[in-house]
């Protein structure tokens, strides 16, 4: 039924895509894979945007070689982006879902043939890590000082404060961008966020299967509104 909903959600009544956008992604420094986001928005009695996310990673640390696919449906509807993420991790498959049931969440697993969910409190759930793409997201990190967001890639939810990093500017294809940077802190996580004046995600530092993995758009991001 998901399944169902989310493919009808990427057909009806989609205008083209809005935009369409691409990460490099680095492990010490060494290419290791890419992360490209299409983005389009849904006309109809409520406007929904829908973002399509593709995710490969390849790399080899300590002799050992990680691979990671992750084909990663979102939709922000007002709240939190809901999620339907289909992932391949060294050869092994696991699906995870995050979606907005009644007051609260429905979260659910399916991993080594076996099915798991349960249910969250609305409270629990300030973002998806699917809204970290969404420069209009309504509940925006940038406007958070603490954050519980469930993410599209584990199904945990990732606690913490955030921390301001302050301006910095980032180099992107011989164009300087102006940023702003977050830092999302905890005993368990530590990540770290810029996004420019628009509220686009420019780079991002993060753990993914064991790895300190750094993602940084390959073209400078389209210019603002007060850009010239």
Do not use: C
């Not at 006309?43 to 084909?71: H, I, L």
């Not at 958070?144 to 584990?154: F, G, K, N």
């Not at 199904?155 to 164009?175: K, N, W």
């Amino acid at each position: 039924m998901i399944w169902v909903l989310f493919l009808w959600l990427g057909m009806a009544h989609a205008t083209d895509e809005t935009y369409r956008l691409t990460w490099d992604l680095q492990v010490q420094n060494q290419n290791v894979g890419r992360r490209i986001l299409v983005v389009k928005d849904l006309e109809g009695r409520f406007k929904r945007r829908v973002m399509e996310v593709w995710t490969e990673v390849n790399a080899s640390m300590m002799g050992a070689r990680f691979t990671y696919r992750q084909r990663l449906t979102g939709i922000a509807n007002g709240g939190p982006a809901s999620f339907h993420s289909v992932i391949e991790q060294s050869g092994r498959p696991k699906e995870i879902q995050g979606r907005r049931a009644g007051a609260g969440w429905q979260v659910s697993i399916v991993d080594k043939g076996r099915a798991r969910s349960w249910t969250l409190d609305a409270d629990d759930v300030d973002l998806s890590t699917v809204d970290l793409f969404n420069p209009d997201a309504r509940t925006h990190l940038t406007r958070l000082q603490t954050v519980r967001m469930l993410s599209a890639e584990t199904g945990d939810i990732l606690e913490g404060d955030i921390r301001s990093l302050g301006p910095t500017r980032l180099h992107i294809a011989g164009r300087n961008v102006e940023v702003q940077g977050y830092a999302l802190e905890s005993e368990d996580t530590n990540a770290k966020f810029y996004f420019n004046g628009d509220g686009l995600l420019v780079k991002y530092e993060m753990y993914l299967i064991g790895l300190s993995l750094t993602g940084t758009l390959s073209t400078p991001p389209p210019k603002g509104k007060d850009e010239f």
